[in-house]
């Protein structure tokens, strides 16, 4: 069986439309429609499993503290790390403000700087900034080749020892370009820096393997995996996070808490203040092994026929300007001459079809490439050759409305 026939709508509630019929979901890089097993797992952890975590005496909290302990291994697994390694946050936002607020806080002096790319997310961005207006470091930006991809002999050239940190997308969530995250692990060690990767759009389009890669810290999302929003992972090298400090304090974060002092429990609980998010973790799991048993180079395969036949499609209608480069890992970014790409996503949506219109939180990149915004169709292991010809239908009627 094919992905897609291992994936079809009734497995995918949020692919049907209130009327039943197959809803063109081109937007799963905001964030991906989610699989019954998910769904399911979610509401077993709400329902007749549902208890508080680490605390309770009483069976049901003791099997609930095992089962998301359970997740975090799972999680963890999904990217080749320990479980001791992986942080719960809220997200990859979240994950990387972690990073900057506590390894940033503790190791970034005044004079140090660290080197993002034009493509980054907003969220690889902006915590960095509120990172250098308190600490004075200098943030550099490397820029992109011709196709779309962070610059790697851009980076060499510009990294020097006093580099502390290269933080970089593994997949852009606008172009689609994949890092090649070995030569840019090879460049920062080269100059002692650390690197942290952005995976939020790679966890869900590719096999990844941290230790194999070699990266420092690694952050993503569950929601673009499938699984439930309100949760995502951070994962970092044991002694790299054996060494952080926490950020936010509370309960379970604890060792022994006095008026007069407060030791902290170790990594990754001291980085987890309050009640977790427990069933997100649970439905966060899920997700993990649902894409696991997908098979990810299986997923990245049959994304990567759709960003070809949707590139091919899209190339022969003279409007169309094509972004990123011909081998994009889900992600196919354009713009339609004469048209706002919220117009088209308007008049697509009359069509059932949704895409994503506008700067996807990466204002430099699109700056740097000259436009206001672009409309981007992301896939999903759900999608297949029939929301190609629903989106370039769409694309005909919108041309003919504007003619
Ligand atoms: C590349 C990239 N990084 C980070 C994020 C932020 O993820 P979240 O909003 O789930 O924290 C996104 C989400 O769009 C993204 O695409």
Redesign the pocket.
Known sequence: MTVIERTRADMFPGLLTPDGVRWHYLDS??TAQKPNVVIDAVARALGPDYATVHRGLYARSADMTLAYEAARRQVAGLIGGAEHEVVFTR???EAINLVAQTWGIANLKPGDHILLSMLE?H??IVPWQLIRDRTGIVIDVCPLTADGHIDLDAAERMLTPAHKLVAF?HVS?VLGSVLDVRRAVALAHHVGAKILI?G??AVARLPVDVAELGVDLYAF?A??LYGPTGI?ALWARAELLEAMPPWQGGGSMIDRVTFTETTWAPAPQRFEAGTPAIAEAIGFAAAARYVLGQGLAAIHAHETALVAKARAALGRINAVRLFGPEDSAGIVSFTLEGVHPHDLGTILDEENVAIRAGHH?AQPLMADLGVPATARASFGLYNDETDIAALVRGIERTLRIFA
């Open positions: 890089a905001a997200g990859a936002t997310h969220s690889n997308a969530n952005d939020c759009q999302s929601h673009k995502g939180c």
